[in-house]
């Protein structure tokens, strides 16, 4: 049973959204609690019942899960006309992952971005993407005199670039902020979030220092040839519209052992992840042999993204 931690919930048997929407009500307010659930009301007509009255993702039993996962693939299926394979990944024992980039040798080319785009569906026309990609003035990390909306030749002079994603922090401020638990830490440090549970009032968004975190204001259109169609539960899989997404490490590759889209696409090796509990990994040596940095270590979020220059 998922321990119970943002709001205690006096209902007994199954617990379902519908139930925690009411508690959220009384808890909260009706007034707040309404404004906070208005991209839901607005959804709801194209929701699916199934899914809304689903468990909780940590309270399905084996065979609950692959009903879900094979109503998710069969709806898929329907919708694009594409093969898709919806499965669900577990963490792999004795593994926390972490990420390392040195800024040094990170041109700005945004290929890490737009990897990520395709990798995971994200909606085509809004150019949706987990990473931003800050050109920095050199000298300083100042984020005011900074910015991603950059449309010249890189390099450019006098400029570094910092690409910024979910820290996969070690102690997420969105997970506490979330009503109703939609999202959580995994025992690989990956924070994810269930998307048939979310209900859209964006708490987590607000909570995040780091801007990590993306709203569905509507359902992600992916032209069915450009879809990736092997998919995650936790992951990549087409989300529905009025619901929280960020990054996950790509979590269907990296459980798999396979390395994150963004990584891979790097023309130039500034990107290095693995498990930080391997002594032998290359993470684990960046981290032992570089200065590294986190972003806003004075909020105690401790990030698992770490940032480090050659010189």
Not at 14 to 22: G, L
């Amino acid at each position: 049973m998922t321990e119970r931690r943002a709001i205690e919930l006096p209902v007994v048997g199954e617990v379902t959204r519908r139930t925690v929407m009411k508690a959220g009500a009384a808890t909260l307010g009706l007034a707040a609690w309404a404004t906070a659930l208005r991209p839901l009301v607005e959804w709801a007509d194209d929701q699916n019942v199934d899914d809304f009255l689903q468990k909780h993702y940590r309270e399905l039993t084996p065979s609950e899960l692959q009903d879900v996962l094979n109503r998710l693939t069969d709806d898929a299926r329907r919708e694009t006309g594409r093969p898709v394979v919806i499965r669900d990944h577990k963490p792999l024992p004795g593994v926390v992952f972490a990420y390392a980039l040195n800024l040094s040798i990170c041109i700005g080319c945004r290929r890490c971005a737009e990897a990520c785009h395709r990798e995971n569906n994200h909606d085509r026309a809004t150019h949706q993407s987990y990473i931003r990609v800050f050109e920095m003035q050199k000298g300083g990390i100042d984020f005011e005199r900074g910015t991603a909306d950059y449309h010249h030749p890189v390099r450019a002079k006098d400029k570094y670039y910092m690409p910024v994603q979910c820290q996969q922090c070690e102690n997420p401020p969105c997970v506490k902020a979330c009503p109703i638990e939609a999202t959580w830490q995994e025992e690989d440090g990956i924070v994810v979030v269930d998307y048939n549970w979310c209900i859209g009032c964006r708490y987590c968004e607000a909570a995040c220092p780091y801007h990590a975190r993306r709203f569905n204001w509507e359902k992600p259109r992916v032209p069915a040839e450009e879809i990736n169609i092997q998919q995650s539960y936790l992951s990549n899989r087409i989300r529905p519209q009025g619901v929280m997404e960020k990054c996950h490490f790509c979590l269907h590759r990296t459980r798999e052992g396979r390395l994150p889209a963004c990584l891979e696409a790097c023309p130039t090796g500034a990107r290095v992840f693995g498990n930080i509990l391997d002594p032998q990994s290359e993470i684990r040596w960046v981290l032992e042999n570089k200065r590294v940095f986190v972003l806003k270590e004075e909020l105690g979020t401790k990030p698992r993204f770490y940032y480090f220059f050659d010189k």
